[in-house]
């Protein structure tokens, strides 16, 4: 009898031992899912706004080149529109992005903030120089986010 005690409580004990270790490989499968979706949640937040960056400031060059230029103010009408376009798209990655990636939030802003800089520019060389920091800018915040 007493053998039959302890066969009941080993087998109670195997099935308790196992039951742990399924669960632990379940909750690590499933915390390692969440980190490989967070990941490629943040790639596509990043990638979103390094193409919205882009279109923005092509858009910004061909306004203010025809602005500086004053040549077609139908062009720069058309230019203008698109330039609001693509500004407004920035929005939404930049917000996701700094919700997902937090620490990439400063670095993202200062692209954006560089990007935005082609407005106003006093001349064609200054506006030269706006978009090389702008596209300098968009240029760290890639690295930073292969970084992290």
């Keep these: ?8 409580i080993g087998t109670l004990a195997g099935s308790v031992v196992a039951y742990i270790l399924q669960e632990r490989a379940g909750r690590a499968a499933r915390a390692d899912a969440r980190a490989a979706d967070q990941a490629k949640e943040r790639l596509a937040a990043l990638t979103a706004l390094v193409s919205a960056l882009a279109d923005h400031r ?3 060059w061909v306004r203010e080149d025809l602005r500086l230029t004053g040549d077609a103010p139908e062009a720069y009408a058309a230019a203008r529109a698109e330039s609001h376009a693509t500004r407004a798209a920035i929005t939404a990655p930049l917000t996701m992005l700094a919700i997902l990636a937090p620490e990439l939030a400063p670095v993202a802003r200062e692209a954006a ?3 935005y800089a082609l407005r106003g520019a006093p001349d064609p060389d200054a506006l030269t120089a706006r978009r090389t920091e702008a596209i300098a800018a968009v240029d760290r915040l890639i ?6």
């Design 1 to 8: 009898m007493f053998s039959a005690v302890i066969a009941v």
């Design 58 to 60: 092509r858009a910004m």
């Design 113 to 115: 903030d560089a990007t």
């Design 143 to 148: 690295a930073e986010g292969a970084r992290n």
